[in-house]
C-alpha cells in the first residue's frame, strides 16, 4: 500500500474542531481498510515529547482476538455504566423526562454497552513507557487518540474514548500480548454513525478562559453567535460567577 493517497476530506480543520461528537451507535457496517489507514495516518502523525513517538494502536475489527476483547471491555463498560447510573441518579429528576438531554445520555449509554460486542472497530491506543510513570506521561498518547477521532470525522466516520478497558486490563493483556511495560491508555471505538455529527455543546467560554489571573474571563472569549451550552460539568467556582 506504499504511495496510496490519503482520501479527500470535505469537512474543514476548525468544522471538524467544533462538530465532532462522541458517537456510540454505530451501522452494522465494516470500516474499509483504507479508511482505517487514512484514520491512524492521522493518529500517527501526532506530536509527543522529543517526538519519540511513544504511542502503539492495537486495532480489532472482527478476527477471534477481537471478539474476545470486544466481549471482556464490554462486560467492563456494563458494569461502569451501571455503577455511574445509580451514582449519579440518571433516573431521577430530569432523568426522568423521557425527552430530556439526560435520559436521551442514558439510553445512548444504555444502548452502546448493551451493543458493545457489535462495535465495527474497537481501538486500544497504548503507550510504551521508557522511564517510570508521570503524571504527563499522557501528553505522549492521548493527542494521538484525538488526531484519530478527528482523522474519522473527516471520512465520515465516528468514535467515541472511554476507560473501559481499565477494569479488564490484565485480561486483556493475557490475550493480546501487551508488554506490562506498555499503559493501556483507553478504548476507542469506531464506526458509520447512527444519527449525525454536529455542533457540540460546552461551557461558555467566559466560564473556561481566563485573562490576567484565575477566574477573571478574558474580554475576548467571546462564543460565536448560535452557540448553544450546557449545564453539565463541575459547579462553576465562586470567582467564575461574581459578575
Not at 98 to 127: G, H, N, W, Y
Not at 187 to 193: H, S
Request: net charge positive.
Amino acid at each position: 500500500m506504499s504511495g496510496v493517497p490519503l482520501p479527500p476530506d470535505s469537512v474543514g480543520l476548525l468544522e471538524g474542531l467544533t462538530t465532532t461528537r462522541a458517537i456510540r451507535r454505530y451501522h452494522d457496517e465494516p470500516v474499509p481498510e483504507e479508511a482505517l489507514r487514512a484514520i491512524l495516518f492521522a493518529a500517527t502523525r501526532a506530536p509527543s515529547g522529543s517526538n519519540r513517538q511513544p504511542f502503539r494502536f492495537i486495532v480489532l475489527t472482527d478476527g477471534p482476538n477481537a471478539r474476545a476483547a470486544k466481549e471482556l471491555i464490554g462486560a467492563g463498560g456494563r458494569r461502569i455504566w451501571g455503577g455511574k447510573r445509580s451514582a449519579d441518579q440518571y433516573e431521577q429528576a430530569s432523568g426522568a423526562v423521557a425527552d430530556s438531554p439526560k435520559a436521551r445520555m442514558a439510553r445512548t449509554m444504555q444502548e452502546f454497552v448493551d451493543t458493545f460486542e457489535r462495535v465495527p472497530v474497537l481501538i486500544l491506543p497504548c503507550l510504551v513507557r521508557y522511564r517510570d510513570p508521570t503524571p504527563s506521561e499522557g501528553a505522549s498518547v492521548y493527542p494521538a487518540c484525538q488526531n484519530l477521532l478527528l482523522a474519522a470525522r473527516a471520512l465520515g466516520y465516528g468514535g467515541v474514548f472511554t476507560g473501559f478497558n481499565f477494569t479488564v486490563d490484565a485480561e486483556l493483556r493475557a490475550l493480546l500480548g501487551v508488554p506490562d511495560t506498555t499503559f493501556i491508555a483507553g478504548t476507542i471505538t469506531l464506526g458509520r454513525p447512527v444519527g449525525h455529527q454536529g455542533p457540540v455543546r460546552r461551557r461558555p467560554m467566559p466560564e473556561l478562559v481566563f485573562g490576567d489571573s484565575w477566574g477573571e474571563p478574558a474580554p475576548w472569549a467571546i462564543d460565536p453567535p448560535g452557540t448553544a451550552f450546557t449545564s453539565a460539568g463541575p459547579p462553576r467556582s465562586t470567582a467564575t460567577r461574581q459578575g
